[in-house]
T-cell receptor
Framework: GQNIDQPTEMTATEGAIVQINCTYQTSGFNGLFWYQQHAGEAPTFLSY??LDGLEEKGRFSSFLSRSKGYSYLLLKELQMKDSASYLCARVDSNYQLIWGAGTKLIIKP | GAVVSQHPSWVICKSGTSVKIECRSLDFQATTMFWYRQFPKQSLMLMAT?????????EQGVEKDKFLINHASLTLSTLTVTSAHPEDSSFYICSAPLYEYNEQFFGPGTRLTVL
């Protein structure tokens, strides 16, 4: 199928590091997005990976392994405002996005 | 970055009425726009792909006669929810891809409540 799997919910402490994993079907793959979505708002773009490896953007980094069908989003120096849902989405062979269900990240003081 | 706007941002209507939602790309042209629906605590679900100058492509299970899509120009797509019912209450989001940047830009969303 076109399943994308990511944990439903994660909890982390302010100032800490958290890694959100995403696994996906490898066939017809044209890249993987990570989006952040605060409650009641549209998603905002975090990263796009199409090649293997780690891409770093400030406190956020995204990793991709195409052969394993695996990606993760790494958030460092967590802040309370990072409490949100994090969605991974795979680009399929038709260049449409297939969405994961999202991971709700709860940050505690 | 590129900007996509949606109007209205929220709407409340009576059951049986029709509601039109506009999606505009403000500073770039979009031959393709996507319409998503999101129910509370669920992920985005693609409803249809809007194509400028041709018919929209609907996802399986989405009624094309109920959710009318018109992509009238390179900067405007509209979604009309016809004969809305309470179960159509949802958050409707459009997006437009900017292929050269491998990115999709989302509108702010429209919250529809059908009484």
């Amino acid at each position: 199928g076109q399943n994308i799997d990511q944990p439903t919910e994660m909890t982390a402490t302010e100032g800490a590091i958290v890694q959100i994993n995403c696994t996906y079907q490898t066939s017809g793959f044209n890249g993987l997005f990570w989006y952040q979505q605060h409650a009641g708002e549209a998603p905002t773009f975090l990263s796009y990976n199409v090649l293997d490896g780690l891409e770093e953007k400030g406190r956020f980094s995204s990793f991709l392994s195409r052969s394993k069908g695996y990606s993760y989003l790494l958030l460092k120096e967590l802040q309370m405002k990072d409490s949100a849902s994090y969605l991974c989405a795979r680009v399929d062979s038709n260049y449409q996005l297939i969405w994961g269900a999202g991971t709700k990240l709860i940050i505690k003081p | 970055g590129a900007v996509v706007s949606q109007h209205p941002s929220w709407v409340i209507c009576k059951s049986g009425t029709s509601v039109k939602i506009e999606c505009r790309s403000l500073d770039f042209q979009a031959t393709t726009m996507f319409w998503y629906r999101q129910f509370p605590k669920q992920s985005l679900m693609l409803m249809a792909t809007s194509n400028e100058g041709s018919k929209a492509t609907y996802e399986q299970g989405v009624e094309k006669d109920k959710f009318l899509i018109n992509h009238a120009s390179l900067t405007l797509s509209t979604l009309t929810v016809t004969s809305a019912h309470p179960e159509d209450s949802s958050f409707y989001i459009c997006s437009a891809p900017l292929y050269e940047y491998n990115e999709q830009f989302f509108g702010p969303g429209t919250r529809l409540t059908v009484l």
